[in-house]
């Protein structure tokens, strides 16, 4: 079956650039599918990033705390979906998790997530 | 951006009693809307899709209802393995798709 692993740095600085790669296994990234990033702070719940089709435009969320800083792209030769997020501080110190669903106008639940992977910005 | 409002915060049950938690939109998402459970140090799982409709797996004693800004899951008999925390989510307008704060099932 389709499964979703998230793997990146668990350590950037601040000002810094994460990064994180979210692999596609048991199943093609190029499915009539969106793939969503999804975030946590500790002990807080949770917030949707963005989202892309595997042939489409990405779709990112407007909040404040986001806006401008987030990019999202699918690699189909090795059915990878990326996260980059600029500028971070330390109110980006979450667990990140890739999610299947979303979809814009398609408009479906998120019914596949990864194991999350935690990452913190510190110096 | 719809406002998602979920309540209680916490709920304190007895296990083989039955819990519900609401979930309220700040405007109406149709049926688009969905449950989701998450243990500690897991991924969230989706439980509930389109407001009733459990997802693969998903054991009967879990029933979701509601339609417009008005919603609820219900889980009857509770086992122990499900205290833990319960998110709603709709997916009828975006960007962005909101989540609940979050909803604590914890054991009496």
């Known amino acids: 079956q389709v499964q979703l692993q998230e793997s990146g740095p668990g350590l950037v600085k601040p000002s810094g650039t994460l990064s994180l790669t979210c692999t596609v296994s048991?199943?093609?990234?190029?499915?009539?599918?969106?793939w969503s990033w999804v975030r946590q702070p500790p002990g807080k719940g949770l917030e949707w990033i963005g989202e892309?089709?595997?042939?489409?435009?990405?779709?990112?969320s407007p909040s404040p705390s986001l806006e401008g800083r987030v990019s999202i792209s699918v690699d189909m030769s090795t059915n990878q979906v990326s996260l980059k997020l600029t500028s971070a501080t330390a109110a980006d110190t979450a667990v990140y998790y890739c999610?299947?669903?979303?979809?814009?106008?398609?408009?479906?639940?998120?019914?596949?997530w990864g194991p999350g992977t935690p990452v913190v910005v510190s110096s | 951006e719809i406002v998602m409002t979920q309540s209680p915060a916490t709920l304190s049950v007895s296990p083989g009693e039955s819990a519900t938690l609401s979930c309220r939109a700040s405007?109406?998402?149709?049926?688009?809307l969905a449950w989701y459970q998450q243990k500690p140090g897991q991924a969230p799982r989706l439980l509930i899709y389109?407001?009733?409709t459990r997802a693969t797996g998903i054991p009967a004693r879990f029933s979701g209802s509601g339609s417009g800004t008005e919603f609820t899951l219900t889980i009857s008999s509770l086992q122990s393995e499900d205290f833990a925390v319960y998110y709603c989510?709709?997916?009828?307008?975006?960007?962005?798709?909101?989540f609940g704060q979050g909803a604590k099932v914890e054991i009496k």
């Open positions: 048991g199943g093609s990234i190029a499915s009539t599918k969106f």
């Open positions: 999610a299947r669903g979303g979809g814009g106008a398609l408009a479906e639940p998120f019914d596949l």
């Open positions: 989510q709709q997916y009828y307008n975006w960007p962005p798709w909101t």
């Open positions: 389109g407001a009733s």
């Open positions: 892309i089709y595997f042939n489409g435009s990405p779709n990112y």
């Open positions: 405007q109406s998402v149709r049926s688009n």
